[in-house]
């Protein structure tokens, strides 16, 4: 039942036996050694990433051992299409292979290590597809007998189990089981596994606001992922090298035979004129791939370079943000608190109440900018629906409570992706402009317009309040500290902001940038 863990360096050899098979089964017209195979076929071709043939030769091999009720042969067939269905990430797909799998298992009454590895993978699909009760049936009652220990999927089942933990809210146990699949060595392709216990150990550090770990674990993960991409590449070419040569000599077996004697010195004479011609196509083909897999490595170093330079931006910020804003926040509630106590041992209960009560209003304070620094790293929330989100609901929280009519107007494409720090800087001036007018505009209209095509967005915020004072001179030179950060965010996003105010038709924000 288990998948077999061939070594990737004989891949190669499974591979043309898997091809001699077919070709003979089908010379010989036998259904049985056809089925198998085709199997045998498959399963291969899936683990050197062919899955839309693989899916044909299972296809074949399925309808066969049906016809002849083998139920080894369907336990094999049905189990890996489940897991084509799995790589391909049709969950539904493979969910219905490993129902039917478990159905046939358990009718044949096969062993408890076999049913283990079958349970595993129907809990995993459920889990995939949001039945977390049914898939906490399947992998609780794993777990509670500990099946699974010394298993040879024991690193799928505790993976599979962490998913489950942080979808439940048990961060501790996620993190326990991930890590634990994460270190475990079973066999030598497992960097599938590597890579989603990476991303459950990201996604739980996030979730328990452990921001460095969770970005750690998100670069591992990356890193897996980058692997994994890699060695699909290397089973790919090494598949069509071989399919290539196994055709050829099909083809020079198929001359040699069909050809009669009195032909066979013309047609060697040919086969060397074609050898001759397709070495050097063999050898144009090489250089051609050459340059593919140098250009490829070209733009791979230059992806990662570029990102490497996006985190070493995103961690300045980070530091930055952290230093400024939370630091000098927590400094004041420290401040705070030494008065709060002194007072209160002074018997001043109305001090005291008043300095609990900056305590308190500068603790909310924090978390909410705690909460926008974890949502600007976030990179799932890198798109343009992510950004109008936050804006919508962060100037409905400010202004309505003020009696302030708030009008937020958007056109573009929603589900484009923006880089982090043009998201976070984009945001925080709208953050500025909005506080600006609730506090100090006397403003009773705020209408926000924002406008995005292709990779050019367009901001503006509107109020009908009594304008920016003056005395601190023009408006677009000089100000106060809200608008010389906002002018110092935009520079860094290297945006074109205009900032014009006239009393008391009241000011206007606009923001031009191209990402």
């Not at 066979?264 to 144009?284: G, K, W």
């Not at 002074?346 to 978390?367: C, F, K, N, V």
């Not at 110092?488 to 205009?498: F, I, P, S, V, Y």
């Amino acid at each position: 039942m288990h998948r077999p863990c061939v070594d990737r360096k004989r891949w190669g050899e499974a591979f043309r036996v898997a091809l001699v098979a077919v070709a003979k089964a089908e010379e010989l017209d036998d259904d049985l050694l056809r089925a198998f195979a085709y199997n045998l076929s498959g399963f291969i071709r899936g683990r050197l990433g062919d899955l839309d043939q693989a899916a044909k030769d299972l296809r074949t091999s399925l309808h066969l051992a049906d016809s002849m009720d083998i139920t080894l042969l369907r336990l094999r067939n049905h189990s890996n299409w489940g897991y084509m269905m799995q790589v391909k990430g049709r969950w539904r797909e493979a969910l219905d292979h490993y129902r039917t799998l478990h159905t046939i298992a358990i009718a044949s009454d096969a062993s408890k290590e076999d049913m283990s590895e079958i349970e595993t993978g129907v809990g995993y699909m459920l889990l995939r597809l949001d039945s977390l009760d049914q898939a906490e049936e399947f992998l609780g009652r794993l777990h509670r007998t500990k099946a699974m220990v010394g298993h040879p999927y024991e690193q799928e089942f505790n993976t599979a189990w962490a998913l489950l933990q942080l979808r439940r809210g048990r961060y501790q146990e996620a993190v326990k089981f991930a890590r634990t699949a994460f270190a475990t060595e079973q066999w030598d392709e497992n960097d599938v596994i590597k890579r989603d216990a990476s991303r459950v150990l990201a996604d739980t550090y996030k979730a328990l606001g452990q921001t460095g770990e969770a970005l750690k674990w998100t670069e591992i993960a990356h890193q897996w992922e980058d692997s994994i991409r890699y060695r699909q590449q290397a089973d790919q070419a090494m598949r069509l090298q071989l399919e290539s040569e196994f055709a050829q000599r099909a083809i020079s077996d198929s001359l040699a035979h069909a050809e009669t004697e009195a032909l066979l010195e013309q047609e060697r004479a040919e086969v060397r004129s074609m050898d001759r011609e397709h070495r050097m196509q063999r050898i144009n083909l090489f250089v051609l791939i050459g340059f593919v897999i140098l250009f490829a490595g070209v733009l791979f170093i230059r992806s990662r370079t570029n990102r490497r330079m996006q985190f070493e931006q995103l961690r300045s910020r980070l530091s930055r943000d952290l230093h400024d804003d939370i630091g000098s926040t927590l400094s004041s509630i420290n401040i705070l608190s030494s008065v709060a106590r002194r007072k209160a041992e002074a018997g001043d209960e109305a001090g005291a109440a008043a300095s609990l009560s900056g305590i308190s209003e500068r603790t909310q304070r924090l978390q909410r900018n705690m909460s926008d620094i974890v949502w600007s790293v976030d990179p799932e929330r890198d798109t343009v629906n992510e950004l109008l989100a936050r804006m919508r609901e962060f100037g409905a929280a400010v202004l309505e409570p003020k009696g302030v009519v708030f009008r937020f107007n958007s056109t573009g494409e929603s589900n484009a992706t923006m880089p982090p720090t043009v998201k976070s800087d984009l945001y925080l001036i709208f953050k500025e402009a909005v506080n600006n007018a609730a506090k100090h505009a006397q403003a009773t209209e705020v209408v926000v317009t924002f406008a995005q095509e292709k990779n050019n967005l367009r901001l503006t915020i509107a109020d009908n309040g009594i304008g920016l004072d003056k005395s601190d001179g023009p408006v677009n030179s000089g100000g106060g500290n809200g608008l010389r950060n906002m002018r110092m965010r935009a520079l860094e996003m290297k945006a074109e902001l205009r900032i014009s105010s006239a009393t008391p038709h009241g000011t206007t924000i606009d923001l031009a940038v191209a990402f």
